[in-house]
């Protein structure tokens, strides 16, 4: 599904919403689509695709979320 019909109420037509995917475990990655943004809604959260990954928590949860809130501090 894409992320857009996820958001209805905060339709991109309206102006008011540009969704972005970004791997957020590729630091790299994180500046260029944070663009100019003023503001940044993050949902991300571990795969259950991956359950009997025990690492999946730390890294994405953790570690992702952490790459995003450092990378938005370097955001003049």
Same mark, same amino acid.
């Given at each position: ?9 905060? %339709? @991109? %037509?309206? &102006?008011?919403?540009? $969704? #972005?995917?970004? =791997?957020?475990?590729?630091? =790299?990655?994180?500046?260029?689509? $944070? /663009? =100019?943004? /003023?503001?940044? *809604?993050?949902?991300? /959260?571990? %795969? ?6 025990? #690492? &999946? @928590? !730390?890294? *994405?949860? !953790?570690?992702? #979320?952490?790459?995003? *809130?450092?990378? /938005?501090? $370097?955001? @003049?």
């Amino acid at each position: 599904m894409q992320p857009a019909r996820l958001f209805q109420f905060l %339709s @991109p %037509s309206q &102006g008011k919403l540009e $969704l #972005t995917e970004c =791997d957020l475990e590729k630091e =790299d990655q994180i500046e260029v689509a $944070l /663009g =100019d943004a /003023g503001v940044v *809604i993050c949902v991300v /959260g571990a %795969s259950e695709k991956e359950v009997l990954d025990v #690492t &999946g @928590p !730390y890294r *994405i949860d !953790y570690k992702a #979320t952490k790459n995003l *809130i450092d990378a /938005g501090m $370097l955001v @003049p």
